[in-house]
């Protein structure tokens, strides 16, 4: 692969980590916190939430200074390894290279919030009758994106050794 098409999935990573870290400062600057704007009833809101956990507030009420310390270690060491499988051509096909580069965004985004906040901004926030979604941002989405671009990337794979066309 060509500098310039390794470098293509960087761009998109510090696309995703721009977007990102530019709607949580709109939203910090327009909302106090534990704001909440309805947008559409019954289904989507705006609000102003700090999660010092992990998805879905796991670890949230955890108050040792460690945890917040081997959150950013731990997504240091994942973003190192995604960075390096980008850069290396270690995956396959532009779907897995694409998902590896959003959850590089992601997850880039969140460790910025966790240096600069000890906490991650989350304002996106989806309902429906009376299940509630926790709230999350465009990082968390590009992340989970990611991680269903690599499922399908690796499930294609799979699929063309199984009909032995690798």
């Known amino acids: 692969m060509s500098r310039l098409a390794k470098g293509r999935w960087l761009w998109l990573a510090a696309a995703v980590l721009a977007a990102d870290q530019i709607s949580k400062q ?14 559409i009833p019954g289904l989507f809101n705006l609000v102003h939430t700090n999660n ?14 460690w945890v917040t310390s081997a959150l950013i270690l731990f997504s240091l060491g994942v973003m190192g390894l995604l960075a390096w499988f980008l850069l290396s051509d270690r995956i396959p096909g532009r779907t897995g ?43 968390d989405s590009a992340i989970v994106i ?12 799979q699929r063309e050794t199984a009909e032995g066309k690798v």
């Open 26 to 39: 709109a939203v910090s600057r327009a909302l106090q916190p534990d704001a909440l704007v309805v947008v």
């Open 97 to 139: 290279q694409a998902g590896a580069a959003l959850i590089l965004g992601g997850a880039a985004g969140n460790v910025i919030d966790r240096v600069l906040r000890h906490s991650v901004v989350d304002f996106l926030d989806f309902y429906f009758r009376g299940y509630h979604w926790p709230a999350f941002n465009l990082a």
């Open 146 to 157: 990611g991680g269903g671009l690599i499922i399908l990337s690796l499930l294609g794979e």
């Open 52 to 65: 010092a956990g992990v998805a879905f507030g796991i670890l949230a009420d955890a108050h040792s200074p």
